[in-house]
T-cell receptor, first 116, second 109 residues
Framework: DAGVIQSPRHEVTEMGQEVTLRCKPI?????LFWYRQTMMRGLELLIY????????DSGMPEDRFSAKMPNASFSTLKIQPSEPRDSAVYFC??????????????FGPGTRLTVL | EDQVTQSPEALRLQEGESSSLNCSYT??????LFWYRQDPGKGPEFLFT???AGEEKEKERLKATLTKKESFLHITAPKPEDSATYLC??????????FGKGTKLSVIP
């Protein structure tokens, strides 16, 4: 299996622009997670999906952030409008249904976002 | 509020010098504790899952243990390739997942 795939790997944009991050989970996995990592705050869970349905988005920092999962093999995280404080590495992770939410997660390589 | 604290923040070891990393947690209803390794520029890589106090898991030079308040990651005779940041993830209560900030381990040849 190719593992969790994220694109782009790097994104540089200007404040106010829309940013879309993409994720393809491992085939057969039922949970998908979006995380953000910064030096100050470490890794933070933003939102997670179960069977393509958003379950908990309490970690999404503001209304500027939105996430969708239109099918089992694709998810997007969108920031509109972007701000310099959104600069971070964004990770997508997926896990199998067996064991439920508390099963090991497999992470993608991340997208490094820089907002100027 | 759920809290997960890892210590130390950074650790330098000589090759072969064994040590332990700590992950202490204050949560309601532990559902699982996970250890991950993260290399620079990469996503976290899964190491272990522990579900109940007293449980232990081993893999090569690493051994993870769990009590009701904390978990230890013991590293025996580390090698330079063990250098990485080690992260603890705690799952608790109703779908709460909290990462610690990690311990950056450097193993010097």
């Amino acid at each position: 299996d190719a593992g969790v795939i994220q694109s782009p790997r790097h994104e540089v944009t200007e404040m106010g622009q829309e940013v879309t991050l993409r994720c393809k989970p491992i085939s057969g996995h039922d949970y998908l997670f979006w995380y953000r990592q910064t030096m100050m705050r470490g890794l933070e869970l933003l939102i997670y999906f179960n069977n393509n349905v958003p379950i908990d988005d309490s970690g999404m920092p503001e209304d500027r952030f939105s996430a969708k999962m239109p099918n089992a093999s694709f998810s997007t995280l969108k920031i509109q409008p972007s701000e310099p404080r959104d600069s971070a590495v964004y990770f997508c992770a997926s896990s199998r249904l067996a064991g439920g939410l508390y099963n090991e997660q497999f992470f993608g390589p991340g997208t490094r976002l820089t907002v100027l | 509020e759920d809290q997960v604290t890892q210590s130390p923040e950074a650790l330098r070891l000589q090759e072969g010098e064994s040590s332990s990393l700590n992950c202490s947690y204050t949560v309601s209803g532990l559902r699982g504790l996970f250890w991950y390794r993260q290399d620079p520029g990469k996503g976290p890589e899964f190491l272990f899952t522990l579900y109940s106090a007293g449980e232990e898991k081993e893999k090569e030079r690493l051994k993870a243990t769990l009590t009701k308040k904390e978990s230890f990651l013991h590293i025996t005779a580390p090698k330079p390739e063990d250098s990485a940041t080690y992260l603890c993830l705690v799952g608790a209560g109703s779908y709460q997942l909290t990462f610690g900030k990690g311990t950056k381990l450097s193993v010097i040849p």
